[in-house]
């Protein structure tokens, strides 16, 4: 049986006896019933994905995952694909939105490349690379079945790993110019939405540059029939080494009951292809942010999840996951710390 196989056998549903069970602890907290709203339902969904009505988040870590994309050639942004290897060294130096964001939450950075143009030179960045970017999805499939299903297996072995280290929450995280057109093709494809209805300015196109977007994702389409219900041979397809990384980690977190916080649109599409692969793990997610890409709340509507808040964000990187960690912790202290009617003396009413 091959690791990913394996994995799939291992995912569970959420137990939703313990999410019942940790709302009434909430219910008889000193606080009118469900007077906390989402926070609420934050910790219950942590109990319910861990398996415990005491669940924690000890140790957080954020995958940041990066690949180049054969798409870039049409000029679909607003940067270089220089700019990818520059960034992956730049997380990897701690300057980066994200690292700054991972700090605050107290969180750990881990850094892959799976495929940029240039491989990187730094001790901080695993290097799991499985070819020199994506091919030009418009020309050609931007990857092999096998290429495809080798990066998501790259994301179940970093997910096992961390999980053995003993990663509590993981969050989602991603570099790579181009991979906003490619997680655009990817939405289509699942939902069956035209280019333009998901398409959106990514690095900050110009409307030449976003009609270049969408002209792109309609040939790949067009071009490859992606099948909206394999996850696999949407990522083979039109997809990126990085975002197949991150479906990978998904997968391989739900299969060891760990939560996983998405990011922003590219985490997003790699989470649904996670889910096309394997359905029971999209109990194992939970959002993050709304971006201001127009594809990112059409596939959180396909999830069935609501966004913790909406910043007007669109870096990617890892950075709405590591926002939302704090108010994840929140939930628990919550749960933990506040006294109850009966041991404070409180009357119920």
Not at 125 to 152: C, H, N, Q, W, Y
Not at 164 to 182: V, Y
Not at 205 to 211: F, H, I, N, S, T
Not at 225 to 232: S, Y
Request: net charge neutral; with cysteine.
């Amino acid at each position: 049986m091959s690791l990913l196989d394996d994995t799939i056998a291992r995912i569970a549903a959420p137990d939703e006896r313990l999410r019942a069970e940790v709302q009434r602890k909430l219910d008889a907290k000193t606080k009118p019933p469900r007077s906390l709203g989402r926070l609420e339902d934050m910790a219950c969904t942590l109990a319910a994905i861990q398996g415990t009505a005491a669940p924690k988040l000890l140790r957080k870590t954020i995958v940041v995952f990066a690949g180049d994309h054969g798409v870039a050639a049409s000029g679909v942004s607003a940067y270089p694909q220089e700019v990818t290897v520059q960034m992956l060294l730049n997380f990897a130096n701690g300057g980066a939105a994200i690292c700054a964001l991972a700090r605050h939450a107290g969180a750990e950075v881990v850094i892959a490349d799976l495929g940029s143009r240039v491989a990187p030179k730094h001790p901080k960045i695993l290097d799991r690379r499985i070819a020199a970017g994506t091919k030009d999805f418009t020309r050609e499939p931007a990857m092999s079945l096998v290429e495809a299903r080798r990066a998501v297996e790259v994301g179940i072995e970093i997910a096992l790993r961390l999980a053995d280290e003993g990663c509590t929450l993981l969050g989602l995280g991603e570099m790579g110019i181009g991979n906003s057109t490619a997680a655009s093709a990817m939405t289509a494809a699942f939902l069956g939405l035209p280019p333009e209805q998901v398409t959106g300015r990514g690095t900050g196109v110009d409307d030449a540059g976003l009609q270049r977007k969408i002209a792109a994702v309609r040939a790949a389409l067009e071009r490859h029939r992606p099948v909206a219900t394999d996850g696999l041979d949407v990522l083979h397809k039109v997809g990126g080494f990085e975002i197949a990384g991150l479906a990978g980690v998904v997968l391989g977190a739900a299969s060891r009951r760990i939560p996983v916080v998405m990011d922003g649109f590219i985490a997003t599409a790699a989470a649904t292809a996670a889910v096309r692969i394997c359905a029971p793990a999209a109990g194992c997610l939970l959002p993050s942010h709304s971006s201001v890409e127009i594809g990112h709340r059409r596939l959180l509507d396909a999830l069935g999840v609501r966004p913790y808040f909406d910043l007007e964000m669109r870096l990617g990187e890892g950075t709405g996951a590591a926002l939302s960690i704090s108010l994840l912790e929140a939930s628990i202290r919550i749960l933990e710390e506040m006294a109850t009617f009966e041991s404070a003396g409180v009357s119920k009413g």
